[in-house]
């Protein structure tokens, strides 16, 4: 009796640890992700210069922040996701003094259209970001240049879109 009390045990052992570690592995709810733009897309991080980051969550609006702003919690409606995107001019060259590797473009604007319908207009912010709430599908971005991109519900779809070159000697 007393070696099945043990195969019973071990296996209630294994069963409890299998179910902590499976839930150590997921990514806890609530949680942000962050990404800056480096003149040429979006990657994993902040920049702790005041540079804007955009903080990301599963199901939530995204939130353009700088360093030591909290980002807006602001729930997607159902079925809907979002896509926020940057418009910029590529800025290289300069025998004086190294810039920026690109230059926002504010107040520009941004056209999303599925098929040949235009769904919506905006414009891009004083930092070259925009934002759109758009229910799951593929869509053509227009500011400059054209995109196609797909929204997944519940996600946000990141977006660079280059409009110009600005090149220096």
């Not at 009390?5 to 209630?12: K, Q």
């Not at 504010?106 to 970001?129: C, E, H, M, N």
């Not at 519900?153 to 600005?166: A, C, F, I, S």
Request: glycine share 14%; aromatic share 6%.
């Amino acid at each position: 009796m007393s070696a099945g009390r043990n195969v019973i045990l071990t296996g209630i052992v294994v069963g409890v640890m299998s179910l902590t570690a499976a839930a150590a592995a997921r990514r806890p709810a609530g949680q942000w992700d962050f990404f800056h733009f480096d003149g040429h897309s979006f990657v994993a991080g902040r920049l702790g210069d005041g540079a804007p980051s955009v903080a990301l969550q599963s199901g939530v609006l995204p939130s353009l922040v700088t360093q030591g702003d909290p980002p807006a919690a602001v729930r997607l409606a159902r079925g809907s996701g979002a896509l926020l995107g940057i418009c910029y001019l590529q800025s290289s060259g300069g025998k004086l003094a190294r810039g920026p590797a690109y230059l926002p473009v504010a107040l520009l604007p941004v056209r999303i259209f599925s098929g040949a319908k235009l769904l919506a207009t905006t414009q891009t912010d004083a930092q070259g970001y925009f934002l759109v709430t758009l229910a799951a599908g593929s869509f053509r971005v227009e500011a400059g240049q054209a995109v196609q991109v797909t929204v997944e519900k519940g996600m946000t779809t990141l977006v660079p879109l280059r409009v110009g070159k600005r090149m220096i000697d």
